[in-house]
């Protein structure tokens, strides 16, 4: 595409370079097993349609557009009714998981600063195995975060949260469930605690707020769905995305919370300007209706039946996955979950390989590196797409075991010419591009057989990752 046309362009060439442009993307023609979520043809088309008939709806004004009001009670109101919620709760339709949570986050803190402003150091309890999404939330809004330990089988510590409970914590955090590992955080317990301490109760269920409930409704055996919603004592907002398990294009999550004045402390108004008076209910101001109407059309179109009967879909491949991986003294299931999304480790075969293996035969999985508790894994996300290919995953996967080599160690050297850039004081000269050259990424594109930047990267300090990848970003978009 060229940058700035001097003029204009036609429209089928427009929408060629454009279909040009996606040719490598992931799709969801089943052999996805992260970021895809997808209902079938049927469900996307019409998605299509609603996004683009309520493109132009601009969320900035609803007394401009009472369109976006209407869109988004629906939407907040069929939310309330799955999170089974009291009289008095309220919600907001937000662009994504991270924008609830930032919101959910900052909700809190100015709720502590009218209510508790005896607090003047905000603290987070947030389990190991929370979202990355809420540090970011505590970077941007100055709250601390405490972290809370997990047991065994991933789920946030009671006995540790207690013990890290102080009087300036605003806010405790658990998952339902947590994405790497897919297993819902003692919610009861932490709802409990929260309230015994007079402080607040996030539950991220922005990746099972949609599968949950229906999972539950579907009453399928192998799988009883801890409580986690409304109905938990303690239990004061709730996030959930329909952009993921709603089936809903992206740019549509929901923050539900139990009571009107909650939802005020994330609005933001402002008069000390020399133009309009504006009251922002999320970060964006002028924004689009386009995801959030297509995700009420999914929802209509889908209906209860529909969101039950996919649950159902999703729980069965899950379970020709566990069984596989649970009979292969090879591999480690590192938890039962609680829905359709987990991670598996190898005993001693290098997982890494094992990953570049499946990708050769076109399936594309999520390796993820270790971190506290949790060992390198690959990780699944099961969805209704790739769902009818969990038997032929399953039987490459096997496959792909046949003579694998033992885990090898990245080279020292590498690693350690990596780390001292990692400590290099800012602003010292980085040669971005050859760094990114000498761990094998040419344009942008990782390479073809991965497992030796996934080695050193899985051996590489958190803060050594997160410079890299930061620098690596910033060259995908030099
Ligand atoms: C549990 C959980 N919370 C929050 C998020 C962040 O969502 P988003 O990527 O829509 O910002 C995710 C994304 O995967 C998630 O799984």
Redesign the pocket.
């Known amino acids: 595409m060229s940058a700035f046309p001097a003029k204009s362009q036609s429209r089928a060439s427009i929408l060629a370079a454009l279909a040009d442009a996606r040719a490598s993307d992931l799709t969801a023609d089943g052999r996805a097993f992260a970021f895809i979520y997808d209902a079938g043809q049927e469900t996307r088309d019409l998605a299509r349609e609603a996004y683009a008939a309520c493109m132009s709806i601009n969320g900035l004004d609803p007394t401009a557009y009472p369109s976006a009001r209407t869109l988004e009670r629906a939407l907040v109101s069929a939310c309330l009714e799955l999170m089974r919620s009291p009289e008095g709760a309220v919600g907001t339709a937000t662009a994504?998981?991270?924008e609830s949570?930032m919101l959910a986050v900052k909700a809190a803190r100015d709720h502590a600063r009218k209510t508790r402003p005896e607090v003047t150091r905000p603290k987070m309890l947030l389990p190991i195995t929370a979202?990355a999404?809420f540090h970011k939330a505590a970077h941007y809004l100055g709250v601390e975060v405490i972290t809370v330990e997990v047991d065994d089988t991933f789920r946030a510590k009671l006995g540790d949260a207690r013990a890290k409970m102080t009087s300036d914590v605003i806010l405790v955090v658990g998952?339902a469930p947590?994405?790497a590992h897919g297993v819902v955080d003692p919610i009861e317990g932490l709802a409990s605690l929260a309230k015994e301490h007079a402080t607040l109760m996030h539950v991220?269920a922005?990746?099972g707020g949609l599968v949950l409930p229906f999972l539950r409704d579907a009453q399928v055996s192998g799988v009883t769905v801890p409580a986690f919603d409304f109905t938990v004592d303690g239990v004061t907002s709730i996030s959930m995305?329909l952009?993921k398990y709603g089936f809903a294009p992206k740019g549509s999550?929901m923050l539900l919370m139990r009571d009107r004045a909650l939802r005020e402390a994330h609005y933001f108004a402002c008069a000390t300007w020399t133009g309009y008076t504006i009251v922002n209910s999320t970060t964006l101001g002028s924004k689009s209706l386009a995801a959030a109407g297509a995700a009420l059309a999914v929802m209509q179109h889908l209906g209860r039946e529909g969101y039950v009967q996919l649950a159902k879909t999703m729980w069965e491949a899950t379970s020709t996955l566990l069984r596989t991986i649970e009979s292969r003294p090879e591999l480690r299931l590192l938890a039962r979950p609680d829905m359709n999304l987990f991670a598996f480790t190898t005993r001693g075969g290098d997982l890494f390989e094992l990953a570049d293996r499946l990708t050769a035969r076109g399936w594309h999985v999520q390796p993820t590196y270790g971190f506290g508790p949790s060992p390198a894994h690959v990780h699944l996300t099961i969805d209704p797409s790739n769902a009818p290919h969990a038997q032929a995953f399953a039987s490459d996967l096997e496959a792909c075991l046949v003579d694998l080599p033992e885990g090898v160690a990245p080279p020292a050297e590498v690693l350690a010419m990596l780390e001292s850039v990692a400590s290099a004081p800012a602003g010292a000269g980085v040669d971005v591009g050859s760094l990114i050259a000498s761990l094998g990424i040419v344009d942008g594109q990782l390479p073809s057989r991965s497992a030796p930047l996934h080695r050193i990267l899985d051996a590489a300090s958190p803060a050594l990752r997160e410079k890299l990848v930061v620098l690596f970003v910033g060259g995908l978009f030099a």
Do not use: N, P
């Open positions: 994504g998981g991270t949570v979202h999404c998952s947590s994405y991220d922005c990746v995305d952009h999550s």
